[in-house]
């Protein structure tokens, strides 16, 4: 089993719908969790994180944590073509840690 | 602030070949992490290094080896290579005083095949 289960899609909504995204994890000692977005043919980009449990909104991304479920989300609200790319989870223990990243999803809005 | 930057781009090697990938860290930053990113999946951990010594290292096996020189500059190089090493790989900087995840980059990476 992997330590962080994501489902890589594709997922295809149209313009302006809510993008739902969500991974499990098993290491109950992961703190930092993050979402990452990464175009074709380029680097991963943070998106968002938050430190243990929570939400955090920023513009039109809300990222949820539910440490007691092991289970976090993302949300677009009112997607756009631009926002077309695969999404990965990534989590980690510590401030040093390696990154432990999901599969990606990748992610589809048309116009 | 050129940010964090990895040479060659891409690249093709043959079976049994080796290879180095070089990666240039933002200004400021002193920790770099190598991660392997095969197509269709997430970044996989390979190692880090800080103040020029492996800090950690992910399930890779010894073909695969790394450096950083006093620059903070690092390379990764993979040995007897394998189809299976095809892959985009990625490095990350950031601040080694601190864990703060705005603080760490990625790379554009470096894309390897090996026919």
């Not at chain 1, 680097?43 to 949820?64: H, I």
């Amino acid at each position: 089993q992997k330590e962080v289960e994501q489902d890589p899609g594709p997922l295809s909504v149209p313009e302006g719908a809510i993008v739902s995204l969500n991974c499990t994890y098993s290491n109950s000692a992961f703190q930092y969790f993050m979402w990452y977005r990464q175009y074709s043919r380029k680097g991963p980009e943070l998106l968002m994180y938050t430190y243990s449990s929570g939400n955090k909104e920023d513009g039109r991304f809300t990222a949820q944590v539910d440490k007691s479920s092991k289970y976090i989300s993302l949300f677009i609200r009112d997607s756009q073509p631009s926002d077309s790319a695969t999404y990965l989870c990534a989590m980690r223990s510590d401030s040093w840690g390696k990154l432990q990243f999901g599969a990606g999803t990748q992610v589809v809005v048309t116009p | 602030d050129a940010g964090v930057t990895q040479s060659p781009t891409h690249l093709i090697k043959t079976r049994g070949q080796q290879v180095t990938l070089r990666c240039s860290p933002k200004s400021g930053h002193d920790t770099v992490s190598w991660y392997q990113q095969a197509l269709g999946q997430g970044p996989q951990f390979i190692f880090q290094y800080y103040e020029e010594e492996e800090r950690q290292r992910g399930n890779f096996p010894d073909r695969f080896s790394g450096h950083q020189f006093p620059n903070y500059s690092s390379e990764l190089n993979v040995n007897a290579l394998l189809l299976g090493d095809s892959a985009l790989y990625l490095c990350a900087s950031s601040p080694g005083w601190t864990g703060i995840p705005t603080e760490a980059f990625f790379g554009q990476g470096t894309r390897l095949t090996v026919v």
